[in-house]
């Protein structure tokens, strides 16, 4: 991939506030949703924290298919890939923050608290009338050979 879009498309991931994430419901349909940014490890993998009793967390544990969308102001990203609902300590220690008991009353081991895991398979970047499509682990083999 050009070093400049890659460039373009890592500005868009970092500066993201939030990402529009969408899964699969019962009837196939695709439901979105805005979710906080929390962190993520390049364009390969982005967690989330969100409820275990949400619609969402249901969808993801009955298909782990799902979408990110990252908007710009001018350009847009859309990352495919898989969602794992993760409830172990380190998953929810890893993303816990002081304040979140406002939505966790118990604290990092309230049963209502778990951790999205979305490991991207493949992306579409939108930007000046052009796409371009790409597949994860091509990206990363690729930033490997040139360094």
Known sequence: MDPVVLKQIMSLVNDAHTIIVSSVDENGYPNSKQMFKKIHNGLEKFWFSTNTSSIRTRQFLTNQKAC???VGESNGLMLIGEMKVCTDNESRRMLWNEGDEKYYSLGVDDPD??????TSESGNYY???EKHIFNIEELIEGAISSM
Do not use: A
Not at 113 to 118: A, G, M, Q, R, S
């Open 68 to 70: 990110l969308y990252f």
């Open 113 to 118: 608290y778990c951790v999205y895991e979305f």
């Open 127 to 129: 930007f000046n009338l």
